[in-house]
């Protein structure tokens, strides 16, 4: 039980477009999941937490009109990079709290490779 | 802002030693503190929980400790294999205020087991 998965797995765009990554909760509902970054060799950034049914709350100095993050269910959350650039080729991984359980006990998913051309 | 340090950043290893990796946290206030595994290119693993009330946890061949007063945890992995190779991650759990439910990474030590 407690499944996170991530689509796409890996994606390659050019810069100045856009791109959605989606995060699913597929055998329990989550009110909150996390989105992180990670730089090659570096760690885990929390990017934002996003609560179902309201806005998402940024960490300080990530860009929230840059990195639009939506929990429109349950079980979905999305964060579209906008203007993608090439400093913005990274990995991102997607949790997901697991409702009834103390407060940190996040499940990960499996994380999005992205590289802006 | 709590600071995650983990030590060393890499270890080499041939397969059947028990090692030590080292975690450091500059704010003692914690939830608990969780052990991961990252593999290359791929999501976190979970490996052990360990709440603040608690010295140390066992799951196999891993044992997690934890000196909350000290900013302080250790993963002991006993009889190391191949297949433990990765980066293993340490995360404190804020507790109170904005920290509450948010893991705080460290940069993680790479790992890698050699038959």
């Known amino acids: 039980g407690a499944v996170v998965s991530q689509h796409p797995s890996w994606v390659i765009c050019k810069s100045g477009t856009s791109v959605k990554i989606e995060c699913r909760s597929l055998?329990?509902?989550?009110?909150?999941m996390f989105w992180y970054r990670q730089f090659p060799k570096q760690s885990l950034m929390l990017m934002a937490t996003?609560?179902?049914?309201?806005?998402?709350?940024?960490e300080q100095g990530v860009e929230k009109d840059k990195f639009l993050i939506n929990h429109a269910s349950l079980t979905l959350s999305t964060l579209t990079v906008t203007s993608a650039h090439p400093e913005d080729s990274s990995f991102y991984i997607c949790s997901a709290k697991l409702p009834g359980t103390s407060a940190n006990t996040q499940y990960f998913g499996p994380g999005t490779r992205l590289t802006v051309l | 802002k709590q600071e995650v340090t983990q030590i060393p950043a890499a270890l080499s290893v041939p397969e059947g030693e028990n090692l030590v990796l080292n975690c450091s946290f500059t704010?003692?206030?914690?939830?608990?503190l969780q052990w991961f595994r990252q593999d290359p290119g791929k999501g976190l693993t979970s490996l052990l929980l360990?709440?603040?009330?608690?010295r140390e946890q066992t799951s196999g061949r891993l044992n997690a400790s934890l000196d909350k007063s000290s900013g302080r945890s250790t993963l002991y992995i006993a009889a190391s294999q191949p297949g433990d190779s990765a980066t293993y991650l340490c995360?404190?759990?804020?507790?109170?205020?904005?920290?509450?439910?948010?893991?705080?990474f460290g940069r993680g030590t790479q790992l890698t087991v050699w038959p």
């Open positions: 995360a404190p759990n804020g507790d109170r205020g904005s920290t509450l439910g948010r893991l705080y």
């Open positions: 360990i709440q603040s009330s608690q």
């Open positions: 704010d003692s206030a914690i939830y608990n």
């Open positions: 055998d329990f509902q989550a009110t909150t």
């Open positions: 996003s609560n179902e049914g309201s806005k998402a709350t940024y």
